[in-house]
C-alpha cells in the first residue's frame, strides 16, 4: 500500500503506511527507505534523515538483495 500511494505522489498517506509496516516489523529495510523518501518529499528532512539511516543499517551488504 504504502508504495502504491508514494507512486501516486500521495506521500503524507504513504508515510503513514510505511509507518504501520515498520510497526509490523521494524526489519523491512524497504520500509525505512521509502519512509524516508515520503518525509523527504513532505520537507520533514530531519526524520528523513533519520529513517534513510536506519534502512541503511538495516539493507544487506552491498551485491545479494540490495542493488537489484
Given amino acids: 500500500l504504502g508504495?502504491?500511494?508514494y507512486l501516486q505522489n500521495r506521500f503524507e498517506p504513504a508515510a503513514a503506511?510505511?509507518?504501520?509496516?515498520?510497526?509490523?516489523?521494524?526489519?523491512?529495510w524497504p520500509s525505512h527507505l521509502f519512509l524516508?523518501?515520503?518525509l523527504y518529499r513532505?520537507?520533514?528532512?530531519?526524520?528523513a534523515i533519520a529513517s534513510l539511516e536506519r534502512a541503511d543499517k538495516l539493507a544487506?551488504?552491498?551485491?545479494?538483495g540490495?542493488?537489484?
Avoid: H, K, M, V
Fill in 42 to 47: 513532505t520537507n520533514d528532512f530531519q526524520a
Fill in 60 to 64: 544487506p551488504p552491498s551485491g545479494e
Fill in 17 to 28: 503506511a510505511f509507518r504501520e509496516a515498520i510497526a509490523r516489523n521494524n526489519a523491512l
Fill in 36 to 38: 524516508g523518501a515520503s
Fill in 3 to 5: 508504495l502504491a500511494l
Fill in 66 to 68: 540490495r542493488d537489484n
